[in-house]
T-cell receptor, first 115, second 114 residues
Framework: AQSVTQLDSHVSVSEGTPVLLRCNYS??????LFWYVQHPNKGLQLLLKYTSAATLVKGINGFEAEFKKSETSFHLTKPSAHMSDAAEYFC?????????????FGKGTHLIIQP | DVKVTQSSRYLVKRTGEKVFLECVQD?????MFWYRQDPGLGLRLIYF???????EKGDIPEGYSVSREKKERFSLILESASTNQTSMYLC?????????????FGPGTRLLVL
């Protein structure tokens, strides 16, 4: 069994300041973890994924996430927010060989960027 | 680039109608998925398919069926639409095991059932 909790439904930051979107997971296995982004009226796009290689994962658009097994966390960060980062972000956990039905999506965090 | 297209961006149907949502991917992916997305609930898996004519139930299959006659096309069918099926529907595809493989999503179909 596995689950994922995104700790904030909404996060608001000013442009140019750091972004932190928090994600905690639970899994009976060594999980794979993903962050997806959804811009308004668009489908989801992969930001980055962790699949048991390096614990610090770099993704697109300057985002990165660190897998911390001891804290069961996979928080998403970016040093400096840009207006184009405003979107919905989803943390996803999967059993490593979980098959097509092995994904569990978080409920999403809405990132708001203040000018 | 992988492209996943969905037949409609917006759809309005009446209760009891039969509704077809079509999804096509152009990268020869084996796996295809249908999700619904509702505010505060994230994405929930309705059905998925790992090969032509193969289908598996996801977390919320009730009221839905699917068809995969060709590898590139995966259809979601609402046999008798109800108001509680008003939602955003997202199609996705992936190559190999979804546990480690990236899913590629279509733009979504926003369905309103009156």
């Amino acid at each position: 069994a596995q689950s994922v909790t995104q700790l904030d439904s909404h996060v608001s930051v000013s442009e140019g300041t750091p972004v932190l979107l928090r994600c905690n997971y639970s899994s009976s296995y060594s999980p794979s973890l993903f962050w997806y982004v959804q811009h308004p009226n668009k489908g989801l796009q992969l930001l980055l994924k962790y699949t048991s290689a390096a614990t610090l994962v770099k993704g697109i658009n300057g985002f990165e996430a660190e897998f911390k097994k001891s804290e069961t966390s996979f928080h998403l960060t970016k040093p400096s927010a840009h207006m184009s980062d405003a979107a919905e972000y989803f943390c996803v956990v999967s059993a490593p060989a979980g098959g097509a039905d092995g994904l569990t999506f978080g409920k999403g965090t809405h990132l708001i960027i203040q000018p | 680039d992988v492209k996943v297209t969905q037949s409609s961006r917006y759809l309005v149907k009446r209760t009891g109608e039969k509704v077809f949502l079509e999804c096509v991917q152009d990268m020869d992916h084996e796996n295809m998925f249908w999700y619904r997305q509702d505010p505060g609930l994230g994405l929930r898996l309705i059905y998925f398919s790992y090969d032509v004519k193969m289908k598996e139930k996801g977390d919320i299959p009730e009221g839905y069926s699917v068809s995969r006659e060709k590898k590139e096309r995966f259809s979601l069918i609402l046999e008798s639409a109800s108001t509680n099926q008003t939602s955003m529907y997202l199609c996705a595809s992936s190559q190999g095991l979804a546990g480690v493989e990236t899913q590629y999503f279509g733009p979504g179909t926003r369905l309103l059932v009156l």
